[in-house]
């Protein structure tokens, strides 16, 4: 009777283990954001580096929450494995494909508004010169 049960009959370890997959899992999407917005728009190193602290802080203070919450502040090893696991799994899965996928889309429409902006650009060129030239 020693175990601690939660309502759906999985251990709290087991529970723990699986949030903490979840939470690399998230942690790997953000930083996928963070690759697709580097691609769509170039940085230099000084907002490289301030994006990736950034990135670095707010893990810490994920990873610091979820060991408050669900082990009383104690570093639980196999919790830092499933976290491991959760980026591993995601990145194998997912992670290659859906910054390549939406990069590809983003930088389609960001060619597509560039070449309208441009027509636009053209025509009101265009239409001022005929003013100028009724003057």
Request: proline share 1%.
């Amino acid at each position: 009777m020693g175990k601690n049960l939660s309502l759906d009959g999985m251990s709290g370890e087991n529970l723990f283990l699986i949030h903490a997959a979840i939470l690399g899992i998230y942690f790997a999407f953000v930083y996928d954001c963070f690759r697709i917005f580097r691609r769509l728009i170039p940085h230099n190193v000084w907002f490289l580096s301030l994006e990736d602290i950034m990135y670095w802080i707010y893990l810490a203070a994920e990873v610091f929450i979820l060991m408050y919450r669900e082990s009383n502040g104690k570093l639980r090893w196999f919790a830092v494995l499933g976290a491991f696991f959760g980026i591993f799994l995601y990145t194998k899965l997912f992670g290659r494909y859906y910054v390549h996928f939406v990069s590809g889309m983003l930088e389609k429409i960001r060619k597509r508004l560039q070449r309208i902006y441009r027509m636009r650009l053209k025509s009101d060129h265009k239409l001022l010169k005929i003013r100028l030239n009724k003057r």
